[in-house]
């Protein structure tokens, strides 16, 4: 046993004090060190006003992007209902010419809502379907559809509380969000 012990601190002793050495030692060929050396540096340090102009830029985008959402009308559904009603059928051909055109190298999500009546797996269902709608009726119109993802937010994300069939009206909807 003694043996053992001995023997494994001998060899714990020799694996720790092998690299003594910590600094590397690099020959100087023609100066190629000194070049690779300062490249590092002078790449992972940005100077302050490329600092501005990229967070402009993102800025920039968000602002774009804010503006451009403005622009996205709601669409509203009637009670239990996922077909786009006549009121609501002018609203398609002015968002999809903003998606085409403004807002072309954005993606688009289709967030769909209903009011608080049904069951919660019926409203996610409900506003799925009233998403899908959407979309038919958005690539229909040339917008591509392979930029646009859907969502069902059922009853959870109500823009207006209170106990009036005006609001509920006001719940049951469609709404754009553009991703960069």
């Known amino acids: 046993m003694k043996n053992i012990v001995m023997s494994s601190v001998v060899a714990a002793v020799l694996l720790f004090s092998g690299c003594s050495d910590k600094d590397p030692k690099v020959e100087d060929n023609s100066g190629a060190a000194q070049a690779v050396a300062a490249a590092p540096v002078a790449t992972s340090v940005p100077s302050s006003r490329s600092e501005s102009v990229s967070s402009a830029a993102v800025?920039?985008?968000s602002e774009m992007i804010a503006r451009l959402q403005k622009e996205l009308a709601t669409i509203n559904f009637d009670f239990d209902k996922f077909n786009i009603n006549a009121a609501n059928q002018p609203k398609v051909p002015a968002n999809a010419e903003v998606l085409k055109t403004k807002a072309s190298k954005f993606s688009t999500k289709l967030e769909g809502n209903c009011d608080e009546w049904g069951s919660d797996e019926y409203n996610i269902a409900l506003g799925l379907k009233r998403a899908n709608e959407v979309k038919k009726a958005l690539s229909a119109e040339g917008v591509n559809a392979d930029k646009i993802t859907?969502?069902?937010?059922?009853?959870?994300?109500?823009?207006?509380?209170?106990k009036t069939k005006e609001c509920w009206a006001q719940n049951r909807r469609v709404d754009f969000k553009l991703l960069p």
């Open 150 to 162: 859907m969502v069902s937010y059922g009853e959870s994300n109500p823009v207006c509380t209170e």
């Open 59 to 61: 800025e920039s985008e």
